[in-house]
């Protein structure tokens, strides 16, 4: 698949607009409708998408409420999320085990109580080794705090000071977080400048769709990264759709937790979800020769241009679930739809892998079908909901 431009419609702030032209067989886009975000970042080497998703998320709102364009450190946020993390991790004796993974309701309870800070002001960036060294590199953090928590894990007695011990290695890694800060000629304690923006934790809900609750109640989705248990709204998947929907055509994005370990999601910047139990005849390929193909190329060859793919139906998306097929591996911020060269219908996805890891400069395009089936969870303005839909959820 050859390289193309960034859509000639994306809205990223302050970026001048570009158009795709594709020279050989494979996929062109044309945006239908698109909502402001800012620049893509690029986590690298941590385990942070959680929190890259949901404050590129944050941004895009400040964008539509003040027209303002904001960076907000994600560092901050890690930072404080993991002190709790581990908090509860230690009283349940490291059951659930303590990691670096989180949810986008861990940065809106951040915001909530803890506040946040631009990210001149805490770029989490005390050593490295990739360009610039300005690149997250976590795996020695990782290690290092979570061999503290695990063996803090059967001890007869605490010490009053194990957080601080806790926090040391934070602050060491990603430096200090603030009590206090000036910014932009102003002074801030991390709280007032969380309530500068404009913002509000409370306008903020979750949507999920599995029927193994009821619909239109709410409940904590049984996932590991869900560790705060979030309760989560449950609506049928056609009205999950529609909530997306709603959103980006009245101007909203949506922070999205999502599973990319299928067949379908591409490193190109591709997400969909290919009749693989179809693959020779749906390619082309020789039947005998299709079978002796690797993993690796039949992805290759059923995601190289637009091909048929799976219905998808409740059933589909709960089953995946029971048998840990649908995980919450990854979050990335919808922004967006467009369509490709034959009229199908695809969401715009900002993701967090820096702009030269797909041939869309960061942005990926997702199917209906991988949305449909592929979605854990979405954070969204509760404004952003149907009417009709929001009176069944009573908000």
């Known amino acids: 698949m050859a390289a193309v431009a960034q859509n000639d419609t994306i809205k990223v702030h302050g970026e001048k607009e570009e158009s795709t032209k ?11 409708d698109s909502v402001g975000i800012t620049p893509v970042k690029d986590q690298n080497r941590s385990s942070t998408c959680w929190a890259f998703s949901t404050l590129g998320f944050l941004e895009s709102e400040v964008l539509r409420v003040k027209g303002k364009e904001i960076d907000l450190s994600e560092m901050y946020v890690v930072s404080k999320t993991m002190m709790d993390r581990a908090t509860y991790c230690v009283r349940l004796y490291n059951e659930p085990h303590f990691s670096p993974g989180g949810s986008a309701y861990d940065v809106i309870y951040c915001m909530a109580h803890y506040g946040l800070v631009p990210q001149e002001v805490m770029p989490g960036i005390r050593y490295g080794w ?10 020695e953090l990782d290690r ?4 503290y928590v695990k063996g803090l894990t059967g001890l007869k007695k605490l010490s009053p000071v194990w957080k601080e011990g806790l926090q040391a290695i934070y602050d060491t890694y990603l430096g200090k977080c603030p009590e206090e800060f000036e910014y932009e000629g102003k002074r801030y304690t991390p709280k007032a400048y969380a309530e500068s923006l404009g913002l509000h934790a409370e306008n903020y809900v979750s949507i999920t769709s599995y029927t193994h609750h009821p619909f239109y109640e709410k409940f904590a ?12 709204y449950n609506v049928p998947m056609d009205e999950m759709m529609e909530i997306i929907d709603n959103a980006l055509k009245n101007g909203y994005t949506l922070a999205w937790g999502a599973d990319v370990s299928e067949i379908g999601f591409t490193r190109k910047g591709i997400g969909v979800v290919p009749d693989d139990d179809n693959g020779a005849d749906i390619t082309g390929s020789d039947q ?7 993993t690796d190329k039949k992805k290759e060859e059923l995601t190289k241009k637009p091909l048929p793919e799976k219905t998808i139906t409740q059933e589909m998306r709960q089953n995946a679930f029971d048998n840990w097929e649908n995980t919450d591996d990854h979050g990335m911020q919808i922004f967006g739809i467009a369509k490709d060269q034959n009229g199908k219908k695809y969401y715009m996805v900002k993701n967090s892998w820096g702009t030269m890891r797909s041939d869309y400069k960061g942005i990926w395009y997702v199917s209906e079908a991988f949305m449909q089936y592929k979605t854990n969870d979405v954070l969204v303005h509760k404004n952003a909901i149907p009417k009709d839909i929001r009176k069944k959820l009573k908000l």
Not at 22 to 32: A, K, L, Q, R, S
Not at 130 to 139: F, I, S
Not at 144 to 147: D, K, T
Not at 221 to 232: S, Y
Request: charged share 20%; no cysteine.
């Open 22 to 32: 594709d020279t050989t067989e494979g996929w062109h886009f044309t945006t239908v």
């Open 130 to 139: 990739t360009k610039a060294d300005t690149l997250p590199v976590h795996g």
């Open 144 to 147: 290092v705090a979570g061999g």
């Open 221 to 232: 989705l049984e996932v590991p990264d869900n560790w705060r248990m979030d309760q989560m």
């Open 288 to 294: 005998a020769k299709w079978v002796g193909m690797t």
